[in-house]
């Protein structure tokens, strides 16, 4: 089993700066890829970005391209999303997730496993 814990998230205006972070623990080595996904009531859960374990090129949603960045750090099993120019659209509930797959499809909800309780993220106007 791995644990997700988030933090970070809060209440922003907008163009302002949040830092999300998620803690991994447990059998870390089942997974390879970390991501946050986010979703608002009555909506689906929406892909964010995500990342590998072992490094390679980040992959972002469209709609938070240039203003989100997803990292991590190996040795404290952490992955941080910073999230800059804040806009109204991007409140929500950010969600870590968890998986082990190959290829690209890191959109899909079947490729995670594991799941944060998440952390709610509002942008005021």
């Known amino acids: 089993q791995v644990q997700l814990v988030e933090s970070g998230g809060g209440l922003v205006q907008a163009g302002g700066s949040l830092r999300l972070s998620c803690a991994a623990s447990?059998?870390?080595?089942?997974?390879?890829?970390l991501a946050w996904f986010r979703q608002t009531p009555g909506n689906e859960r929406e892909f964010v970005s995500a990342?590998?374990?072992?490094?390679?090129?980040?992959y972002y949603a469209e709609s938070v391209k240039g203003r989100f960045t997803i990292s991590r750090d190996n040795a404290k099993n952490t992955v941080f999303l910073q999230m800059n120019s804040l806009k109204p659209e991007d409140t929500a509930n950010y969600y870590c997730?968890?998986?082990?797959?190959?290829?690209?499809?890191?959109?899909?909800?079947?490729?995670?496993?594991?799941w944060g309780q998440g952390t709610q993220v509002t942008v005021s106007s």
């Open positions: 990342i590998r374990w072992s490094g390679g090129i980040p």
């Open positions: 447990g059998s870390i080595f089942s997974i390879n890829v």
């Open positions: 997730a968890g998986g082990s797959f190959v290829g690209l499809r890191y959109e899909a909800l079947y490729n995670y496993n594991y």
